[in-house]
């Protein structure tokens, strides 16, 4: 008779207890997903004008907005494939070198967005960074979920989800920051000196570049963090023990056998309708402030810097909102957390778009309202991982969260087409209507699994 397993170690219940390979896991997956904010939103906060740009100026306005939602949906399709790919990679290969491979493809992809002449082009470049950044989700939220204490994942989740929205700030700070000055760099005598002489020899090999390309060179940073990765950070004990003592490794079909296919589709569904309400709103709204903005005569040299303000506003509210977010499910519970969270992220895009307001009300009071109710997502960093076994944990969270990417591609696509975005008011009826799959999220979602459970 074999002997015993050896009983495991009690768990942390103060930082103080928390050892160095916890730390190293837990620094990891924070800074990649601080980075994968940062890399996010570069696009978003300037698409409007980059796109513009790559389409000659066009003054068919219904058409570029169709190429940004292209653009965007292509990024989300990206995001839910590269969750699927890299989450199976995961399973496969561990959570520390799947995690690194992550870092790299969006890193260097979204420097590649710097060199981009036409749209399509740019459409590319997004695409692959985004399964860089959909991998980077299932993996780092596993290797959370599988190094720190179990009692502290609704915490884990705020503190991982406040490293994507700190990523937010980032890239809008350093876009505030250094927008004017690339702008005067392109300009006929804006900026003097060998600088405003690189960027003219520069356009004679690129002839679009221009000051919105340029941004995407900041997302080339995180490539360092890798060399740190595979070096530094182990790979989890649960994982490292599953995968030896596997006789046969779980395939993906077996998220869709037995009693895991109701966690599965239950979990699918209610992440296809909330990311999807929320990346219209996400990607949409700013567009929505330039309109009221541009339609209100603001100066177009202040228009970028009110915007990125509006939204660097927003995700500082919602860094409150993932702790939040953090406390109801230690009160309530993830799946009633959740449920509310959700209600109140309909209540504010409702009360957001239900009538015209001027860009003051929006940006200062009901924008960031909305943001502050978006700490649900942080909810499911450490609530889908435990849900499924082990080998197929990166596979089943990442598979489950990241095909809802694919939910909102679709809807980004009907948005930038069939939705009238000519003026200002057409905007707000159509991020009123998404505000719809907001609440069919709320309906759907009590019925998910109670709470996680680290399935064996």
């Not at 299932?138 to 989740?157: D, N, Y």
């Not at 810097?305 to 860094?319: H, L």
């Not at 009160?331 to 509310?340: C, F, P, S, Y």
């Not at 939910?407 to 000519?422: C, E, R």
Request: aromatic share 14%; proline share 6%; net charge positive.
């Amino acid at each position: 008779m074999p002997p015993p397993a050896p009983a495991a170690p009690p768990e942390a219940t103060r930082l103080s207890e928390i050892t160095p390979r916890q730390w190293k896991s837990g620094l990891a997956a924070w800074f990649g997903w601080m980075f994968d904010g940062m890399e996010l939103h570069l696009y978003t906060l300037v698409a409007g004008p980059l796109v513009l740009l790559l389409m000659d100026n066009t003054t068919d306005v219904a058409s570029v907005n169709e190429r940004k939602a292209y653009i965007q949906a292509a990024f989300l399709l990206g995001w839910a494939l590269g969750g699927s790919f890299f989450g199976r990679l995961g399973d496969r290969l561990g959570r520390s070198r799947t995690l690194a491979l992550t870092v790299l493809t969006y890193a260097l992809c979204t420097g590649l967005c710097a060199f981009a002449q036409t749209w399509w082009q740019l459409m590319i470049f997004r695409f692959v960074a985004a399964l860089g950044i959909g991998g980077e989700w299932a993996v780092g939220a596993s290797l959370l979920a599988e190094t720190w204490p179990k009692a502290w994942r609704p915490w884990l989740a705020a503190v991982l989800q406040s490293g994507v929205n700190l990523g937010i700030l980032v890239a809008a700070g350093l876009i505030w920051l250094l927008l004017p000055w690339l702008r005067q760099v392109f300009e006929a005598g804006g900026h003097p000196g060998w600088v405003h002489d690189g960027a003219m020899w520069a356009r004679t090999v690129l002839p679009k570049l221009s000051a919105y390309h340029l941004v995407f060179l900041i997302g080339v940073l995180p490539a360092f963090l890798v060399f740190w990765i595979r070096k530094k950070v182990p790979e989890p004990e649960s994982w490292a023990q599953a995968d030896t003592a596997a006789r046969e490794k779980p395939g993906v079909r077996e998220l869709f056998r037995g009693r895991l296919a109701r966690t599965t589709w239950l979990t699918l569904v209610a992440c296809a309708l909330s990311l999807s309400a929320w990346w219209l709103f996400t990607f949409w709204h700013p567009q929505h402030l330039r309109k009221i903005l541009a339609d209100g005569r603001t100066p177009a040299s202040e228009i970028d810097g009110r915007v990125t303000a509006a939204f660097f506003t927003m995700i500082a509210v919602s860094i409150v909102g993932n702790y939040f977010a953090g406390w109801l499910a230690q009160r309530l519970g993830n799946r009633r957390a959740i449920v509310l969270m959700f209600f109140g992220l309909f209540g504010g895009m409702v009360g957001a778009y239900a009538v015209p307001r001027g860009f003051g009300e929006l940006a200062w009071f009901w924008v960031p309202l909305v943001g502050f109710f978006s700490g649900v997502f942080g909810l499911f960093t450490m609530y889908l991982p435990p849900l499924f076994p082990t080998l197929l944990r990166t596979t089943g969270s990442g598979f489950c969260y990241n095909i809802g990417r694919a939910a909102a591609a679709v809807a980004q696509v009907v948005f930038g087409v069939v939705a009238p975005l000519k003026d200002a008011d057409g905007f707000r009826v159509a991020l009123l209507w998404s505000g719809a799959l907001a609440l069919a999220a709320a309906v759907w979602s009590w019925w998910l699994p109670e709470d996680a459970r680290d399935e064996g």
